[in-house]
């Protein structure tokens, strides 16, 4: 079955960086798009960023020019470097293919607090 573990996550202060990893297992992840998600406390789960099985990417406009999404076909993981963090990017972050949108992984929280 689809299995997606999320990492990478922790305390970081304002401005800092992280680099958060998901690892897939359960499908041909080389031929998949693949999004990142996250949640933060009280609100709806949002899409950040995506990358198409062909490496294009998409970002929602909150991240855009701070996260890079990218992927390694070969270790079945996708990535999400963040820089420039804010408070306001403090959430619970998924990974997720749109192709089995029912499954989701435990995410990893990132908090941006000084």
């Known amino acids: 079955q689809v299995q997606l573990v999320e990492s990478g996550g922790g305390l970081v202060q304002p401005g800092g960086s992280l680099r958060l990893s998901c690892a897939a297992s359960g499908f041909i992840f080389s031929i998949d798009t693949m999004d990142w998600h996250r949640q933060a406390p009280g609100k709806q789960r949002e899409l950040v960023a995506t990358i198409t099985k062909g490496g294009s990417t998409n970002y929602a406009d909150s991240v855009k020019g701070r996260f890079t999404i990218s992927r390694d076909n070969a270790k079945k993981t996708v990535y999400l470097k963040m820089n420039r963090l804010k408070p306001e990017d403090t959430a619970v972050y998924y990974c997720?293919?749109?192709?089995?949108?029912?499954?989701w992984g435990k995410g990893t929280l990132v908090t941006v607090a000084s």
């Open positions: 997720n293919c749109p192709r089995f949108s029912d499954s």
